[in-house]
Protein backbone atom coordinates (compact mmCIF):
# COMPACT_ATOMS: atom_id res chain seq x y z
CA UNK A 1 0.00 0.00 0.00
CA UNK A 2 1.23 3.66 -0.88
CA UNK A 3 1.87 5.89 1.93
CA UNK A 4 -0.81 8.39 0.27
CA UNK A 5 -3.33 5.37 1.01
CA UNK A 6 -2.25 4.92 3.92
CA UNK A 7 -3.13 8.36 4.85
CA UNK A 8 -6.15 8.63 3.57
CA UNK A 9 -7.63 5.69 4.68
CA UNK A 10 -6.53 6.37 8.04
CA UNK A 11 -8.10 10.12 7.92
CA UNK A 12 -11.23 8.54 6.69
CA UNK A 13 -11.27 5.85 10.00
CA UNK A 14 -10.74 8.53 11.95
CA UNK A 15 -13.58 10.38 10.58
CA UNK A 16 -16.04 7.75 10.85
CA UNK A 17 -14.72 6.88 14.52
CA UNK A 18 -15.29 10.51 15.58
CA UNK A 19 -18.78 10.71 13.86
CA UNK A 20 -19.48 7.36 16.16
CA UNK A 21 -18.08 8.80 19.26
CA UNK A 22 -19.72 12.32 18.76
CA UNK A 23 -23.26 9.89 18.36
CA UNK A 24 -22.36 7.95 21.52
CA UNK A 25 -21.42 10.96 23.70
CA UNK A 26 -24.79 13.03 22.64
CA UNK A 27 -26.75 10.31 23.44
CA UNK A 28 -26.16 10.31 27.00
CA UNK A 29 -27.77 13.60 26.94
CA UNK A 30 -31.42 13.04 27.81
CA UNK A 31 -33.54 15.17 25.56
CA UNK A 32 -35.15 17.03 28.13
CA UNK A 33 -31.93 18.69 28.99
CA UNK A 34 -31.36 20.28 25.95
CA UNK A 35 -34.81 21.53 25.81
CA UNK A 36 -37.40 21.75 28.08
CA UNK A 37 -39.90 22.80 25.85
CA UNK A 38 -42.95 20.59 25.04
CA UNK A 39 -45.37 20.81 22.88
CA UNK A 40 -48.71 18.89 23.84
CA UNK A 41 -52.19 17.32 22.68
CA UNK A 42 -55.35 18.71 23.75
CA UNK A 43 -55.70 15.62 25.83
CA UNK A 44 -52.08 15.86 27.34
CA UNK A 45 -52.89 19.59 28.38
CA UNK A 46 -56.09 18.99 29.83
CA UNK A 47 -54.93 15.97 32.26
CA UNK A 48 -51.69 18.25 32.89
CA UNK A 49 -54.00 21.31 33.82
CA UNK A 50 -56.07 19.45 36.31
CA UNK A 51 -52.95 19.17 38.70
CA UNK A 52 -51.20 22.36 37.92
CA UNK A 53 -53.68 25.02 36.45
CA UNK A 54 -52.29 27.29 33.50
CA UNK A 55 -53.38 28.92 30.51
CA UNK A 56 -53.64 27.02 26.96
CA UNK A 57 -51.99 28.66 24.24
CA UNK A 58 -53.54 26.84 21.00
CA UNK A 59 -51.58 26.73 17.99
CA UNK A 60 -54.31 25.30 15.19
CA UNK A 61 -53.00 24.35 12.06
CA UNK A 62 -52.86 22.08 9.87
CA UNK A 63 -50.43 20.29 7.53
CA UNK A 64 -50.99 21.59 4.04
CA UNK A 65 -50.62 25.43 5.86
CA UNK A 66 -47.11 27.16 4.66
CA UNK A 67 -47.81 29.79 7.34
CA UNK A 68 -48.01 27.36 9.48
CA UNK A 69 -44.68 26.08 9.05
CA UNK A 70 -43.06 29.68 8.75
CA UNK A 71 -44.32 30.15 11.91
CA UNK A 72 -42.98 26.46 13.58
CA UNK A 73 -39.39 27.68 11.82
CA UNK A 74 -39.51 31.70 12.62
CA UNK A 75 -41.16 32.25 15.78
CA UNK A 76 -42.10 28.93 17.67
CA UNK A 77 -38.48 28.20 17.41
CA UNK A 78 -37.07 30.68 19.36
CA UNK A 79 -35.78 30.13 22.92
CA UNK A 80 -37.31 33.54 24.81
CA UNK A 81 -40.98 32.54 22.72
CA UNK A 82 -40.39 28.57 23.79
CA UNK A 83 -39.25 29.77 27.73
CA UNK A 84 -42.54 32.21 28.32
CA UNK A 85 -44.93 29.75 26.70
CA UNK A 86 -43.40 27.12 28.95
CA UNK A 87 -44.02 28.83 32.02
CA UNK A 88 -47.09 30.33 31.49
CA UNK A 89 -48.64 28.13 28.94
CA UNK A 90 -49.91 24.83 28.31
CA UNK A 91 -48.67 25.30 24.70
CA UNK A 92 -50.93 22.69 22.44
CA UNK A 93 -50.88 22.23 18.65
CA UNK A 94 -54.16 21.32 17.51
CA UNK A 95 -54.60 20.23 13.61
CA UNK A 96 -57.74 21.62 12.41
CA UNK A 97 -57.99 18.35 10.53
CA UNK A 98 -57.42 15.70 12.79
CA UNK A 99 -59.48 12.61 12.92
CA UNK A 100 -59.53 11.55 16.44
CA UNK A 101 -62.31 12.18 19.21
CA UNK A 102 -61.57 14.96 22.08
CA UNK A 103 -63.58 15.18 25.05
CA UNK A 104 -63.76 18.80 25.95
CA UNK A 105 -65.62 20.16 28.77
CA UNK A 106 -67.48 17.34 28.81
CA UNK A 107 -68.53 17.18 25.21
CA UNK A 108 -67.00 14.74 22.12
CA UNK A 109 -65.79 16.57 19.32
CA UNK A 110 -65.01 14.83 16.36
CA UNK A 111 -64.01 15.49 12.63
CA UNK A 112 -66.73 16.69 10.33
CA UNK A 113 -67.09 16.57 6.17
CA UNK A 114 -69.01 18.74 4.28
CA UNK A 115 -66.73 22.14 5.79
CA UNK A 116 -64.43 23.72 3.76
CA UNK A 117 -62.86 21.74 1.11
CA UNK A 118 -61.47 18.90 3.40
CA UNK A 119 -63.55 19.04 6.40
CA UNK A 120 -62.79 20.36 9.83
CA UNK A 121 -62.41 18.77 13.67
CA UNK A 122 -65.39 19.98 15.26
CA UNK A 123 -63.26 21.65 18.06
CA UNK A 124 -60.93 23.48 16.17
CA UNK A 125 -64.20 24.56 14.17
CA UNK A 126 -65.87 25.80 17.83
CA UNK A 127 -63.00 27.86 18.85
CA UNK A 128 -62.12 29.34 15.61
CA UNK A 129 -65.80 30.58 15.80
CA UNK A 130 -66.70 28.82 12.57
CA UNK A 131 -64.22 31.31 10.79
CA UNK A 132 -61.24 29.15 9.90
CA UNK A 133 -58.32 30.52 9.13
CA UNK A 134 -54.82 29.05 10.00
CA UNK A 135 -52.58 30.13 12.01
CA UNK A 136 -54.91 31.14 14.28
CA UNK A 137 -53.57 30.94 17.70
CA UNK A 138 -56.41 30.95 20.73
CA UNK A 139 -55.78 31.46 23.90
CA UNK A 140 -58.00 29.87 27.59
CA UNK A 141 -57.81 30.64 31.00
CA UNK A 142 -57.69 28.08 33.55
CA UNK A 143 -61.10 27.32 33.45
CA UNK A 144 -61.07 26.57 29.67
CA UNK A 145 -62.54 29.61 28.90
CA UNK A 146 -61.87 31.17 25.27
CA UNK A 147 -60.26 34.75 26.28
CA UNK A 148 -58.57 35.88 23.08
CA UNK A 149 -57.28 34.70 19.72
CA UNK A 150 -55.32 36.23 16.66
CA UNK A 151 -54.87 34.88 13.26
CA UNK A 152 -52.25 34.94 10.94
CA UNK A 153 -48.47 34.73 10.85
CA UNK A 154 -46.38 36.13 13.55
CA UNK A 155 -42.44 37.25 14.04
CA UNK A 156 -41.60 36.50 17.53
CA UNK A 157 -41.72 40.82 18.28
CA UNK A 158 -45.49 40.59 17.09
CA UNK A 159 -45.97 37.75 19.11
CA UNK A 160 -44.52 38.26 22.83
CA UNK A 161 -46.52 41.26 23.31
CA UNK A 162 -49.55 38.88 22.65
CA UNK A 163 -48.10 35.89 25.09
CA UNK A 164 -47.68 38.87 27.95
CA UNK A 165 -51.33 40.53 27.38
CA UNK A 166 -53.10 37.04 28.13
CA UNK A 167 -50.08 36.17 30.69
CA UNK A 168 -50.75 39.32 32.48
CA UNK A 169 -54.50 38.91 32.35
CA UNK A 170 -54.33 42.26 30.43
CA UNK A 171 -57.62 41.52 28.85
CA UNK A 172 -59.35 41.56 31.87
CA UNK A 173 -59.16 45.29 31.60
CA UNK A 174 -58.54 46.14 28.20
CA UNK A 175 -59.76 44.91 24.84
CA UNK A 176 -57.05 43.71 22.28
CA UNK A 177 -56.39 44.93 19.04
CA UNK A 178 -57.68 42.67 16.13
Known amino acids: MKKSSFLYAFAFLAFIGSIYAFRADSATVP ?8 WYTMEE ?14 DVY ?4 GWCKVMDRETFSKEEVKAYLAEHFYP ?3 DAEQRETITF ?9 GTGRRGIHQLAYELLKARPSYPTIVYLDEELNPV ?3 NGFKKQAQ ?7 VAEEKYKKVSAKR
Open 45 to 58: ALVANKENPKKFFI
Open 62 to 65: TDWC
Open 159 to 165: LEPELKF
Open 148 to 150: HYT
Open 105 to 113: KGKEYQYMT
Open 92 to 94: VKL
Open 31 to 38: VEEISPFK
